[in-house]
């Protein structure tokens, strides 16, 4: 890895449950594994696509989100995705910040950090 790396953006689109559980196993093991730095701030999670209705307030994922998010893990939720299922930025668990598209913040998010990681 890069020294001058400046941060890690993990990209979430699946809607299925085994998917975003394994998503969340690998995001843990990367913050967690001390080889890779991952200082707070440093990792951003965007999420869109079918992905974005485990973001909600009302879903049992929301306290997992609000932990993560107290970790120092960034996560962004596309507006987009949200609008097309029916959910408004007004619905998300605590600490999630709603952008416009999720796959441009993906690209410019790539674009300054350099490091991409597409999980399920």
């Given at each position: 890895?890069?020294?001058n790396l400046?941060?890690?953006?993990?990209h979430?689109t699946?809607?299925?449950?085994?998917?975003?559980?394994?998503?969340?196993?690998?995001?843990?093991?990367?913050?967690n594994?001390e080889?890779?730095?991952?200082?707070s701030?440093?990792v951003t999670v965007?999420?869109?696509?079918e992905?974005?209705?485990?973001?909600r307030a009302a879903s049992?994922e929301?306290?997992?989100?609000?932990?993560?998010v107290?970790?120092?893990?960034?996560i962004?939720v596309?507006?987009?995705s949200l609008?097309?299922?029916?959910y408004?930025?007004?619905?998300l668990?605590?600490g999630i910040e709603?952008?416009s598209s999720?796959?441009?913040?993906a690209?410019?998010?790539?674009?300054?950090?350099?490091v991409?990681?597409?999980?399920p």
């Amino acid at each position: 890895m890069s020294d001058n790396l400046t941060g890690v953006v993990v990209h979430i689109t699946s809607g299925d449950a085994s998917d975003w559980r394994q998503a969340f196993r690998n995001l843990s093991n990367l913050y967690n594994n001390e080889s890779v730095p991952t200082p707070s701030g440093m990792v951003t999670v965007v999420i869109n696509g079918e992905a974005v209705r485990f973001t909600r307030a009302a879903s049992p994922e929301a306290d997992q989100l609000s932990r993560i998010v107290e970790s120092g893990i960034q996560i962004k939720v596309c507006v987009n995705s949200l609008d097309r299922l029916g959910y408004g930025p007004d619905n998300l668990a605590e600490g999630i910040e709603p952008v416009s598209s999720g796959v441009a913040e993906a690209v410019q998010l790539q674009q300054k950090n350099g490091v991409y990681l597409k999980l399920p």
